[in-house]
């Protein structure tokens, strides 16, 4: 019912992760992601959350990304109803489809990225999803915007969107997670909101709150000041 796509950036060290889905809710659902550990998505016609943060913890204890989503996968025995891509910080990638996933249904994995889906128009929703991020310039909150998109227009989950879900984690950076839940147009009002997220108050706001680089970080009295003279964006 879903498709997610998780990245990773060589030269900031940042992961993110977005998906869309004909059903509701699909940020608290599918992804998740750690600083210390990596990204991953979780879906399915029977998605398991525990799996989402499971592998998160095996990527954390040093397995590679393929292994973690091995080990967190094979025990389960309501497997064959699920999907799990896992994304690690050095970028390796693993993905699983469950045999009764609903077709089309495959992963696409590459260094740094993995895309994953089930319940698609065809498996070109795929390709074209992960094309979309390549070809995309920008920040990378961007181009999985742009990726989100390019899956739509490919095909799309089979019954059309009514949710989309942007993750994006850096050493230097505030988390920006951005979940519209239920929407006729999740896409445009997840791009709406990205806007509004990376623009004007709340932009400079984030970038004064602690981040992993700088974990005691803290306004000053000039911050303050400057913030009240920032125009809010509309």
Not at 24 to 40: K, N, P, Q, T
Not at 159 to 173: E, H, I, K, N, V
Not at 176 to 189: K, N, T, V
């Amino acid at each position: 019912m879903t498709f997610s796509i998780l990245v990773r950036d060589a030269e900031t060290g940042r992961i993110g992760g977005a998906a869309a889905t004909g059903s509701l809710c699909v940020g608290g659902w599918v992804l998740r992601g750690r600083i210390e550990a990596g990204m991953s998505a979780s879906q399915g016609t029977a998605p398991s959350t525990l799996w989402g943060e499971a592998v998160l913890d095996e990527m954390q204890a040093g397995a590679p990304a393929p292994a973690a989503v091995t080990e967190v996968t094979a025990p389960d025995e309501g497997r064959a109803h699920r999907q799990l891509s896992a994304l690690d910080l050095l970028g390796n990638t693993g993905a699983f489809t469950g045999a009764a996933s609903v077709p089309a249904c495959a992963s696409r994995r590459d260094e740094n990225l993995v895309v994953a889906g089930n319940m698609l128009s065809s498996e070109a929703v795929l390709d074209a999803v992960a094309q979309g991020y390549a070809s995309a310039t920008g920040t990378m909150p961007e181009r999985l915007l742009a990726a989100l998109q390019a899956g739509e227009d490919a095909g799309s989950d089979s019954r059309g969107l009514l949710s989309a879900a942007l993750l994006c984690l850096g050493p230097d950076m505030a988390p920006l997670s951005l979940r519209i839940d239920a929407s006729d147009s999740p896409l445009a009002d997840l791009r709406a909101l990205h806007d509004r997220a990376t623009t004007g108050l709340y932009a400079e706001w984030a970038r004064l709150v602690p981040t992993k680089e700088a974990p005691f970080r803290a306004p000053s009295e000039a911050d303050f000041a400057r913030l009240d003279e920032t125009p809010r964006s509309e």
